[in-house]
């Protein structure tokens, strides 16, 4: 004879057979739930790759290019200023040597002058 204690209800099996369905149902809605989370996620990150990273990928290659393009500028900036050394270092010559023929010439200038009078 089984005795039962007054006041405890009886677990049958269709009971059970009801709390485990109710527990696989729980579980499904909470795989369900994050599934559908995840799924949010996803198309999410893949929004954001259309929008930021192809975009940044694209300014990264023209900072890269503008990179290259100021190195070669900078290249060209000292050939530059190699050249407009050398021309101030002729300008200074050619007036010396401007300056030379002037006070050079001055007696011939002054000899003509006394011929031509």
């Known amino acids: 004879m089984v005795q039962v204690a007054v006041g405890m ?3 049958t099996g269709f009971i059970l ?6 527990f696989f149902v729980a579980i499904g ?5 994050v599934s559908r989370a995840g799924w949010g996620l996803l198309v999410s990150l893949q ?3 259309k929008t930021v990273l192809t975009p940044a990928v694209e300014l990264m ?4 290019k503008t990179a290259e393009r100021a190195d070669e500028l ?9 050249s407009l050394a050398r021309l101030r270092k002729n300008v200074a010559a050619l007036t010396v040597l401007t300056e030379t023929l002037q006070k050079a ?3 011939w200038l ?8």
Do not use: C, F, W
Not at 29 to 33: D, G, I, R, S, T
Not at 74 to 82: I, R
Not at 110 to 117: A, N, P
């Open 61 to 64: 290659e023209r900072t890269e």
């Open 17 to 22: 057979l009801l709390l485990v369905i109710g």
């Open 105 to 107: 010439s001055q007696p």
């Open 29 to 33: 809605a909470a795989v369900a739930l």
């Open 110 to 117: 002054s000899v003509r002058r006394y011929l031509r009078k």
């Open 9 to 11: 209800p009886v677990l």
């Open 74 to 82: 900078a290249v060209k900036a000292q050939d530059l200023d190699g």
């Open 47 to 49: 929004r954001s790759e």
